[in-house]
C-alpha cells in the first residue's frame, strides 16, 4: 500500500485484462494427451507473470518463489523463450536500451588474443624467481 493513501499499488508483475489480451494469442497452444496426460500444465497467465516478477526484481529462474503461484523456475524460462523467439521472428524486439550482466552471461575463454609487446631486448629475461 501506498503510505497515507491507503489503496494498493498493483505490483509490476501482474497482468491485466487488457494486456492478457494481447500476449495470449501469442503463446502455442497445446492440446493435453488423452493417454499418459501426465502432469496438468500450470496456467500460462500466471507463468507470463512469474516471467515478469523475474525480469523486474533480477532474480534467477532458479530462485522464483514457488509460494507466489507463478510456476516453477523451469516453467517459465521455456515460456519465455518462445515468446522471445515470436518476438524475435515478428522483428519486434528492440535491444538499443538492453543492458548485458556478466553474472548472467557466460564469458567464452578463447577469445581474441591481444597482440604480443614487441621484445626490446636480444631475447627473454633471466627469470628472477
Same mark, same amino acid.
Given at each position: *500500500? &501506498? ?6 499499488? $498493483?505490483?509490476?508483475?501482474? =497482468? ?6 494481447? &500476449?495470449? %494469442?501469442? +503463446? %502455442? ?6 493417454? @499418459? $496426460?501426465?502432469?496438468? /500444465? @500450470? %496456467?500460462?497467465? +500466471?507463468?507470463?507473470?512469474? &516471467?515478469?516478477? =523475474?525480469? #523486474?526484481? !533480477? &532474480?534467477?529462474?532458479?530462485?522464483? %518463489?514457488?509460494?507466489?503461484?507463478? !510456476?516453477?523456475? *523451469?516453467?517459465? $524460462?521455456?515460456? #519465455?523463450?518462445?515468446? +522471445?523467439?515470436?518476438? /524475435? ?10 543492458? =548485458?550482466?556478466?553474472? @548472467? ?12 609487446? $614487441?621484445?626490446?631486448?636480444? !631475447? ?6
Amino acid at each position: *500500500m &501506498i503510505r497515507g493513501c491507503g489503496v494498493a499499488r $498493483p505490483k509490476l508483475w501482474d =497482468v491485466d485484462d487488457a494486456l492478457w489480451a494481447v &500476449i495470449e %494469442p501469442l +503463446l %502455442p497452444k497445446v492440446e493435453r494427451r488423452l493417454r @499418459h $496426460p501426465g502432469r496438468k /500444465r @500450470h %496456467p500460462d497467465r +500466471l507463468v507470463f507473470q512469474g &516471467i515478469l516478477f =523475474v525480469l #523486474h526484481t !533480477g &532474480i534467477t529462474w532458479e530462485h522464483l %518463489p514457488q509460494e507466489r503461484g507463478f !510456476g516453477s523456475g *523451469m516453467t517459465c $524460462p521455456r515460456l #519465455h523463450e518462445v515468446l +522471445l523467439a515470436k518476438l /524475435r521472428g515478428a522483428n519486434a524486439l528492440d535491444f538499443s536500451r538492453a543492458a =548485458v550482466d556478466g553474472s @548472467h552471461i557466460r564469458a567464452l575463454k578463447g577469445g581474441p588474443r591481444r597482440d604480443e609487446a $614487441p621484445l626490446t631486448g636480444a !631475447g627473454r629475461a633471466a627469470s628472477t624467481t
